[in-house]
């Protein structure tokens, strides 16, 4: 279900393993993604980190990897002791092709869980 707030996108909540790796000294941290949109994600980390906020800065370059997803870059913005918020910096074209593959992606789990009786039918 997309949900708004004071960006400019939609933001998708979709539940995907990622990793963001440092672009200073290629440290890798995994966690969870919790929601995306063209303009950035949101990743959400379980159990002990021992130091989130000295490991991923706000303002470090960073690669990010999420399962079903192209590889991606971004800047870390925001960071509290559970989760940190990346913004991707992506050009309109970028933007919208990054928009069309949420979509199939968010369509497919649609999909799996109807199918899986999860949730009811699709609306027409």
């Known amino acids: 279900m997309p949900t708004t ?4 996108r939609e933001r998708f909540e979709l539940a995907r393993l990622a990793f963001i790796r ?12 919790d929601n995306i949109s063209p303009d ?13 906020e000295a490991l ?4 470090l370059r960073i690669d990010l ?11 870390v913005v925001r960071n509290e002791p559970d989760r940190v918020a990346i913004s991707f910096g992506l050009e309109s074209r970028a933007q919208n092709e990054l928009l069309r ?7 497919a789990d649609y999909e799996d869980a109807s199918l899986a ?8």
């Open 40 to 52: 950035g994600a949101s990743v959400v980390f379980h159990g002990p980190n021992d130091d989130l």
């Open 101 to 107: 593959h949420i979509l199939e992606v968010t369509a």
């Open 65 to 75: 990897v999420i399962d079903d997803f192209p590889a991606l870059t971004g800047e």
């Open 117 to 124: 009786g999860v949730i009811g039918e699709k609306p027409v």
């Open 22 to 33: 440092s672009s200073k000294d290629a440290t890798t941290v995994g966690g969870v993604l």
């Open 56 to 59: 991923l800065p706000a303002g």
């Open 5 to 8: 707030e004071k960006r400019h």
